[in-house]
């Protein structure tokens, strides 16, 4: 026979029914681990030892994208985009002496929200000794009325490599729904060894005087790029010389196209390249990004973004 203390089980039932009423947090996870080396290559051959995910998430990891060098991981959204109240967080941990490139079937679409919901993504990259990410996924469209947070933290030994392109369009420029989104945050930061040496913050909403449209006017894509790393080190030169050339005396400048790019100094082991684009149509914006990418395609084995722009 079995004997309850009723008030103590009255209290353990509420304590589970407030428990119960809590929406869980979708999650994913992906780790990289070397399975062994060519002879000859910079990087070992990289295996997926983890893929968890639940919904609206799902990850793919196919075995026959890329070189063999490289895995690629599609992170895929059911229901083709985020809707309001959607909060998803994924962890992509690439192991010593790895490579892996995370990107996308396509836009990643934030639809509206209402009643007060935001909706949100966060991200944790970890990259380890002599290892390589790169982070180039198709652009962010936040719909008419969408709110939307977006968090990316960069975890680096002081050995590692990174290149994090992260870019986003005005909306759905067909329907005339230009920068019609009611707020968009984006915060990116990048530790060496747990110190911060890389932080932006973007936030964009309207204010009483200006609204978000009036003040981006006839752009309709903006975007950054960071590349970090003793192995990037003769690509991020060149790209600095390809996409913000010398000006002759009196040359006019390309107004479609809006580019800088500013070194990172070398702090705590690690230096690189910061990019930043602002471009009139998504076809300029690839024009800046296929720079990025072409250096990258032998270690990649394709390019992410073929036939897409």
Known sequence: MLV???????????VAMILARQPQEPTAKVVLQEQGRRKGEEFGLSEAVTIKYTYPMKILVPEH??????????????????????????????????????????ATKV?????????SQSFVYTVGEEALLCVLPDYVVCYKDAAYTQIQEIQLCSTANVVFLDWMTAGRVARNEEWEFNRYLNRTEIKVDGKLIFKDQVVMQDSPYLTIHQSMKDYQVIGTCVLLGSKLQDICVNLQKTLCPKKKFGEKYNTDTVCSASPITDKYGISGLYIRFMTRTTTAAYAVISDIVQPLLPILGADPFHNKY
Request: some cysteine; charged content about 25%.
């Open 4 to 14: 309850t203390d009723d008030n103590k089980n009255k209290e353990s039932k509420s």
């Open 111 to 119: 639809y509206h929200c209402e009643d007060g919901k935001q909706t």
């Open 65 to 106: 994208v890329g070189n063999g060098t490289c895995r690629w991981i599609f992170p895929i959204t059911f229901g083709g985009g985020l809707v309001g109240g959607d909060k998803v967080s994924m962890e992509i941990d690439i192991q010593d002496g790895c490579c892996g490139l995370l990107t996308s079937q396509e």
